[in-house]
């Protein structure tokens, strides 16, 4: 619905699903029939019909012929997941701008198959409605919001924001939020709010390419902390780092993160918030594809912990919504009017019809709809590719089970140099981004990032065959 609140059936799937997950319904179980579920929850069968059909796209459960609704059996992944990485505890000079441009220059050709890509399929995105929205909204333009929308940004589109974040039950205070030029400056601005050149940034290990950049061109030094594959940060090993080195801030991903897709449990989140605060450093975080989850609910972000103001939570609808608009946002707390200033010294304004058009749209109500269906399109989509990178790679390789998003991290077998597995796919049209691109001192040797979300696409399979017989080759 337009404010977020679930429908019938999505309230009845989401209710199933947690039973699934409690053990009240187990693999091979049968769920009661259509009528069954009528009579006990009073509802209609289009809305049982509804519920079911997305419980199968979550792939929750399965439909049998002439037999009904079954629990999935959820099979022991055949892939071991990635080991967690043991970064040196002492902080490096980022250097990592030349190597990132070399190979993501080479991966922007449409004739490429974009395994690399940081970006899902464009087919994926409502563009047509979103252009209509936009168009709407230009007419309506009153001539006083081409000044008043300076700095902070459509005053209309940050409090649909602010609607949103009061239903993540994180509520913002005053002028909090501020509208950026995509997730990108909303990081680098909120970076420069809370550090100066030569200051230690902690980052995970391995983390986003764009937070090593970012630290380059600030002179900046990151310490890389243990990221675990699955659950994220290490709390203990971020503990000894704030006690070994005098820390600024840390650049974390929570949610979703890129390249692993861990999703940290809640529980840790509130220590991690908790542990900062007690040392005073800020978060700055990255939830980017918080609303790519996979499960029944948003998992909340780490600013939904933070009672002192110093989670800067940044976001984007370039991953959900709109590729290309770039309209991302900061809310930055107690750093929040360093960060509107940093705004005006740098871009003055974030484009404005980009913002009326997303405004407009989310006031339409089609975005909570528009995400439930990409979230069940890149959730099939992961699964299909893991399974292909099962079947066709070397013995040995780990691949990560993430629980949204839609990149894989795949850690191969030692005797396999992926960035040279790189050039040898690239010399077959095929894109890659070798782990080398996510980390201060290029550890990840053997590690690769897939992109799993362009369902759809004819030249997947036989990508990933290829890359497979190249990786097997290099043994």
Same mark, same amino acid.
């Given at each position: 619905?337009?404010?977020? &609140?679930?429908?019938?059936?999505?309230?009845?799937?989401?209710?199933?699903?947690?039973?699934?997950?409690?053990?009240?319904?187990?693999?091979?179980?049968?769920?009661?029939?259509?009528?069954?579920?009528?009579?006990?929850?009073?509802?209609?069968?289009?809305? %049982?019909?509804?519920?079911?059909?997305?419980?199968?796209?979550?792939?929750?459960?399965?439909?049998?012929?002439?037999?009904?609704?079954?629990?999935?059996?959820?099979?022991?992944?055949?892939?071991?997941?990635?080991?967690?990485?043991?970064?040196?505890?002492?902080?490096?000079?980022?250097?990592?701008?030349?190597?990132?441009?070399?190979?993501?220059?080479?991966?922007?050709?449409?004739?490429?198959?974009?395994?690399?890509?940081?970006?899902?399929?464009?087919?994926?995105?409502?563009?047509?409605?979103?252009?209509?929205?936009?168009?709407?909204?230009?007419?309506?333009?009153?001539?006083?919001?081409?000044?008043?929308?300076?700095?902070?940004?459509?005053?209309?589109?940050?409090?649909?924001?602010?609607?949103?974040?009061? @239903?993540?039950? %994180?509520?913002?205070?005053?002028?909090?939020?501020?509208?950026?030029?995509?997730?990108?400056?909303?990081?680098?601005?909120?970076?420069?709010? %809370?550090? +100066?050149?030569?200051?230690?940034?902690?980052?995970?290990?391995?983390?986003?390419?764009?937070? @090593?950049?970012?630290?380059?061109?600030?002179?900046?030094?990151?310490?890389?902390?243990?990221?675990?594959?699955?659950?994220?940060?290490?709390?203990?090993?971020?503990?000894?780092?704030? &006690?070994?080195?005098?820390?600024?801030?840390?650049?974390?991903?929570?949610?979703?993160?890129?390249?692993?897709?861990?999703?940290?449990?809640?529980?840790? =989140?509130?220590?991690?918030?908790?542990?900062?605060?007690?040392?005073?450093?800020?978060?700055?975080?990255?939830?980017?594809?918080?609303?790519?989850?996979?499960?029944?609910?948003?998992?909340?972000?780490? =600013?939904?912990?933070?009672?002192?103001?110093?989670?800067?939570?940044?976001?984007?609808?370039?991953?959900?919504?709109?590729?290309?608009?770039?309209?991302?946002?900061? /809310?930055?707390?107690?750093?929040?009017?360093?960060?509107?200033?940093? =705004?005006?010294?740098?871009?003055?304004?974030?484009?404005?019809?980009?913002?009326?058009?997303?405004?407009?749209?989310?006031?339409?109500?089609?975005?909570?709809?528009?995400?439930?269906?990409? +979230?069940?399109?890149?959730?099939?989509?992961?699964?299909?590719?893991? +399974?292909?990178?099962?079947?066709?790679?070397?013995?040995? &390789?780990?691949?990560?089970?993430?629980?949204?998003?839609?990149?894989?991290?795949?850690?191969?077998?030692?005797?396999?140099?992926?960035?040279?597995?790189?050039?040898? /796919?690239?010399?077959?049209?095929?894109?890659?981004?070798?782990?080398?691109?996510?980390?201060?001192?290029?550890?990840?040797?053997?590690?690769?990032?897939?992109?799993?979300?362009?369902?759809?696409?004819?030249?997947?399979?036989?990508?990933?065959?290829?890359?497979?017989?190249?990786?097997? /080759?290099?043994?």
């Amino acid at each position: 619905m337009a404010d977020g &609140t679930p429908t019938r059936y999505e309230q009845l799937a989401d209710d199933m699903a947690q039973a699934v997950r409690e053990g009240l319904l187990k693999a091979g179980d049968r769920l009661p029939s259509v009528r069954q579920t009528c009579q006990r929850r009073g509802v209609s069968p289009s809305t %049982v019909f509804q519920a079911y059909r997305l419980l199968e796209a979550r792939g929750i459960i399965e439909a049998r012929p002439r037999s009904g609704y079954y629990v999935r059996a959820h099979k022991r992944p055949l892939r071991a997941a990635p080991l967690t990485a043991v970064p040196r505890p002492e902080a490096t000079e980022v250097a990592v701008s030349a190597l990132v441009f070399d190979i993501l220059e080479s991966t922007r050709d449409p004739a490429v198959v974009p395994l690399g890509s940081a970006f899902p399929a464009p087919g994926l995105f409502p563009l047509d409605e979103l252009a209509r929205a936009g168009t709407r909204a230009m007419r309506r333009l009153r001539p006083e919001q081409i000044t008043t929308a300076l700095a902070a940004g459509d005053e209309g589109l940050r409090q649909a924001l602010r609607r949103r974040y009061a @239903l993540q039950g %994180v509520p913002l205070a005053g002028d909090e939020l501020v509208v950026t030029n995509g997730a990108m400056e909303a990081l680098n601005l909120c970076l420069q709010a %809370v550090t +100066r050149p030569g200051d230690i940034v902690v980052v995970e290990s391995p983390t986003f390419y764009a937070s @090593l950049q970012a630290l380059e061109r600030l002179g900046l030094r990151a310490v890389e902390v243990a990221t675990d594959p699955q659950e994220g940060v290490v709390l203990d090993d971020l503990a000894r780092l704030l &006690t070994q080195h005098r820390v600024a801030a840390c650049w974390f991903m929570p949610n979703l993160q890129n390249p692993l897709g861990a999703l940290m449990p809640a529980a840790r =989140k509130r220590a991690l918030v908790e542990l900062l605060a007690r040392h005073g450093v800020p978060l700055i975080e990255d939830d980017v594809y918080g609303e790519l989850y996979a499960d029944v609910r948003r998992p909340p972000p780490a =600013k939904a912990f933070d009672q002192a103001g110093l989670v800067l939570h940044c976001g984007s609808f370039s991953k959900c919504l709109a590729p290309g608009y770039r309209v991302g946002w900061a /809310a930055a707390g107690r750093h929040a009017p360093q960060v509107l200033r940093l =705004k005006t010294m740098t871009s003055l304004a974030t484009s404005l019809p980009p913002q009326l058009a997303i405004a407009e749209y989310l006031a339409q109500g089609s975005y909570d709809r528009h995400l439930r269906r990409l +979230r069940a399109a890149l959730a099939a989509e992961q699964q299909r590719t893991r +399974r292909l990178v099962e079947r066709y790679f070397p013995a040995g &390789t780990r691949v990560t089970l993430p629980e949204g998003g839609y990149f894989l991290w795949l850690e191969l077998p030692r005797g396999i140099d992926a960035l040279e597995l790189h050039h040898r /796919a690239m010399a077959a049209g095929i894109s890659t981004a070798p782990g080398v691109l996510f980390s201060a001192d290029r550890r990840f040797t053997h590690h690769l990032r897939l992109n799993a979300g362009h369902p759809g696409d004819a030249r997947i399979d036989p990508a990933l065959r290829m890359l497979g017989r190249l990786a097997g /080759a290099m043994l």
